[in-house]
């Protein structure tokens, strides 16, 4: 057995009943093979993969909520604390139906990856609750956030973890935890990031995450002499990373045709009027069904994905393992020629795969939706310094960093004769920056 294999079988053993940790963990070990391959005694010897693999630290809590009929409620929280190796843990909070450690150490673990290869300093985290915000009033909602925040503040601060949104937990959500953290506290500090611009948010923040992705897309198809402009994009979800893909995606010149969420999906041939979307989900919480009902010419699809419609370019902006086999085979039958993800880990490994070996041009999540994170950390510098900055120049340094991000993967998969594999290049790049940091910090 290699090196990599037995860590391998080591997480199998002591995550048992954890697929998507134990798949995360697997491909990221499997890709970093070769640089492990020329440091083996030395990483064997310090025990590196096995602490890279091991959470630091992990809590779990009770969340009792009464709802709007008096009745009581009892979720399960966590915060996953995985990696301090490059700054405080940084990472979303998750509410969704689906959350569990094992969901939780697979984003926690992806994350610290994805925060390497912003060039900032922040360690990986993720937390998060099973809980459903569907469907539930503001009362319901702030009711949760409050019980949630109750447990979670005795771990979190501006230097030691530093929470922000992430699937169910948005604009609302984050301020009524900034408010009950703050009356726990009577602190006034950077201790979650997506903040409300009046309340030391930073502007970009909400469009980080699908923008960057736009802009990390545009420079894998300029490198094959290719464009957004003029291309057809299909992009999945219609949250908060969809709805910012979709409008830097048409500023670029594309035209989407699609959106979508869990019921099914909106074909608009005449390209997806993203105001229309920020309206029904952003105001008016509703489904993306309505859109059809509102915008003329378009067309909704109950049940299905929007990998059969022809696109040039895909963006899955949704949910974990959202692109399988048949939808990947879809596309490159339609003359899909990338992939890029806005969601972690929406497209599956066999997916990937196959993308890959039709010369698919495929873009992994810790790269291409790390703008997030990146402008939560300029969130927590400018928290710092008592300052704000102007959106034409946040806009920039995401911009920046995104090409920083393309210029590190794809060198990474030239280093290692992996070129055009940006699967391996980004995690090549971010384990090379966290492993360094972990080295010189000795066996802790
Ligand atoms: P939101 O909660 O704002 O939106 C999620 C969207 O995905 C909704 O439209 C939801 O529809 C849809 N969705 C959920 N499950 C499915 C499914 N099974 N099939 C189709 N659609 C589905 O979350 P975000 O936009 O913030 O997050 C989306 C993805 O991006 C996640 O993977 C997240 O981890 C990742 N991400 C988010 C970042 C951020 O800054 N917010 C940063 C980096 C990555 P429905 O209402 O029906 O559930
Ligand atoms: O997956 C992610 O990178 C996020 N949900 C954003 C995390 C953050 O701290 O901004």
């Known amino acids: ?41 030395e990483y064997r010897k ?58 939780l150490n697979f984003l926690a673990f992806e994350q610290t990856f994805k925060n390497a290869l912003t060039g900032q300093s922040i360690g990986g985290g993720k937390g998060g609750a099973n809980f459903n915000p569907k469907g539930k009033s503001d009362r319901e909602i702030m009711a949760f956030c409050q019980s949630f925040m109750s447990e979670l503040f005795k771990y979190i601060g501006p230097n030691e973890d530093v929470p922000a949104g992430d699937i169910g937990v948005g604009g609302r959500e984050i ?15 950077g201790t979650l990031t997506g903040k409300g611009l009046g309340y030391g948010g930073s502007l970009v923040r909400t469009e980080a995450t699908g923008y960057g992705l736009v802009y990390i897309t545009e ?19 219609s949250g908060n990373v969809a709805t910012y893909a979709v409008e ?5 010149g594309a035209k989407v045709v699609t959106v979508s969420d869990s019921d099914g999906y909106i074909y608009d041939p005449n390209g997806i009027k993203v105001e229309v979307v920020k309206d029904i ?116 340094q995401l911009n920046d960093i995104m090409k920083d991000i393309w210029a590190q993967v794809s060198t990474a998969a030239d280093d290692y004769n992996r070129s055009g594999n940006y699967v391996a290049g980004a995690n090549i790049a971010g384990f090379r920056r966290v492993v360094k940091a972990m080295r010189d910090q000795g066996w802790v």
């Open 281 to 396: 989900k952003e105001e008016r919480r509703g489904r993306i069904s309505d859109y059809a009902k509102e915008v003329a010419g378009s067309e909704y699809f109950q049940g299905k994905k929007v990998w059969d419609v022809k696109c040039d370019v895909a963006l899955p902006c949704a949910i974990q393992y959202e692109l399988e086999l048949e939808d990947a085979k879809k596309l490159v039958s339609n003359g899909c020629i990338a992939v890029a993800e806005g969601a972690n880990m929406p497209t599956t490994e066999e997916a990937t795969e196959y993308l890959q070996s039709q010369g698919v041009l495929f873009m992994p999540g810790k790269a291409s939706n790390a703008g997030g994170v990146a402008v939560s950390a300029l969130e927590m510098s400018q928290n710092s310094m008592r300052i704000r900055r102007s959106f034409e120049e946040v806009d920039k």
């Open 46 to 103: 310090s025990q590196l993969l096995e602490r890279l693999v091991e959470p630091e630290r992990s809590v779990s809590f009770r969340v009792p909520w009464v709802d709007d009929k008096g009745d009581l409620h009892i979720n399960r929280g966590y915060r996953v604390q995985f990696n301090s190796a490059l700054g405080p843990y940084k990472g979303g909070l998750r509410f969704h139906p689906t959350v569990n450690r094992s969901v």
């Open 219 to 237: 420079e894998m198809l300029n490198a094959s002499g290719k464009t957004l402009k003029g291309a057809t994009v299909a992009v999945s979800g």
């Open 175 to 189: 301020g009524y935890l900034y408010g009950q953290y703050k009356r726990l506290t009577n602190q006034y500090e």
């Open 1 to 41: 057995m290699t090196y990599v294999e037995e860590v391998m079988d080591r997480v199998k053993k002591m995550n048992p009943g954890e697929p998507e940790f134990q798949l995360a963990v697997k491909e990221v070990l499997q890709s970093i093979e070769p640089v492990v391959a020329a440091h083996e005694e």
């Open 248 to 252: 830097k995606a048409q500023q670029m």
